[in-house]
């Protein structure tokens, strides 16, 4: 496709863009399963080593065309220059850290596990300083910024809580002190939130959640200006961070049907939890879409859909909410989201466990919390699934 415009839609950019024309007029971009690619002359050579020409050379770099052709379209997705595919989401996360945090990062709010851990600990090990701030903390932030801090990130909505930041105010503060604003946006994905419309420089998704969509993709991407990329490439480039070219064919693959996936996510979600509300043995729904939730009107004003994550907290103590889990039947437990598969975990058991008691209070994780990642089945079943759990408890 020619390149898109402003006024191109989503559905269409994830159909078309980036998607290479051969003479045999495939819709799709082949899958070009080399590791590397010949040359004529030793000037052909020279001319893509030097960067003179666009070409393909070897794969690990990042130059063959299933991947450059997939980074075009992951680009036109969230409305930046450039973007880099990495084999994981904490692949992608790493080399953003070291690429561009090296003199400070600030989290705020809940993040991935894996993110906390890679902050905290690795990061850490080299001196990096790293920040951890609550959303009621928030307003330490403009003081640590002070100290000279490279780089603020966070997530919105977070998990498990489902809180909600505000890109566009936290966006401001942070270029106040001349860092920059990565945005983790697996959770509400291109189709319901834009953060760099919202002010954000850097966005970065697992793919293996809602991009790939299908639970057999494991991916991740960094989006963001030709320079940051830039920055970012050499890093992935040299820590051999590359996606397979048959995975890139796939994840290109599975963004063709991405809207339509995430917003009937986001209308089943909005009926489950709109429903599953007024159970008697829920004691309350965490979810942006409902007037009830806390963070409901600046969900309203930065997201254009709510999402297909929820949080239930179950009237019961903890074995009871493991019986919830446990009689789920369309619902399985598994430690991910963003799948054609409804799936469901318990916090305290996965995503935040082995957290002291205090830690979990602070953060407002309780042991009678479910999260559950809405897949493509009826709502109606899984409603019924929910209430058929819930009565035999
Ligand atoms: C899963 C996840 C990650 C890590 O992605 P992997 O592909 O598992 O490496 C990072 N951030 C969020 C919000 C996630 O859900």
Known sequence: MKPSNKKTGLSTKCVHSGEIANEHGSPHTPIYNSTTFTFDTTKDLLDVVDGHKA?????????????????????ELEDTEASLVFSSGMAAEAALFLALGRRGVI???DAYGGTLELLNVQLRSLNIP????????????????????EMVFFETPTNPTIEIFDIKTIAEITHKHGALLAIDN?????????????????????????????SDITAGVVMGSKKHIGEIWAWR????????????????RSIKSLVLRVKHQNES?????????????????????????????LAKKQMSGFGGMITIEVNGDYGQTVKVADNLKIFRIAPSLGSAESLCTQPVTTTHHGLTEEELNRRGITPS??????????????ISDLEQALANI
């Open 107 to 109: 989290c705020i709010g």
């Open 55 to 75: 070409g393909s050379l070897y794969t690990r770099y990042g130059l063959n065309p299933s991947i450059t052709s997939l980074e075009a379209k992951l680009a």
């Open 269 to 297: 979600a909005l009926r489950i939890a709109t429903e599953i509300e007024k159970h008697p043995k829920i004691k309350r729904v965490l979810y942006p879409g409902l007037p009830s939730f806390a963070g409901h009107e």
């Open 237 to 252: 480039k040299n820590l051999g961070q590359m996606l397979a070219p048959e995975t890139a064919s796939l994840l290109s």
């Open 186 to 214: 697996t959770f509400a994905t291109p189709v319901n939130q834009k953060p760099i419309h919202l002010g954000a420089d850097i966005v970065v998704h697992s793919a293996t959640k809602y991009l790939g969509g299908h």
């Open 130 to 149: 790293v920040h951890f701030l609550l959303g009621s903390e928030l307003k330490k932030l403009e003081e640590l910024l002070q100290t000279g801090v």
């Open 369 to 382: 919390m479910i999260r559950l990642s809405v897949g493509f089945e009826e709502a109606e079943d899984l």
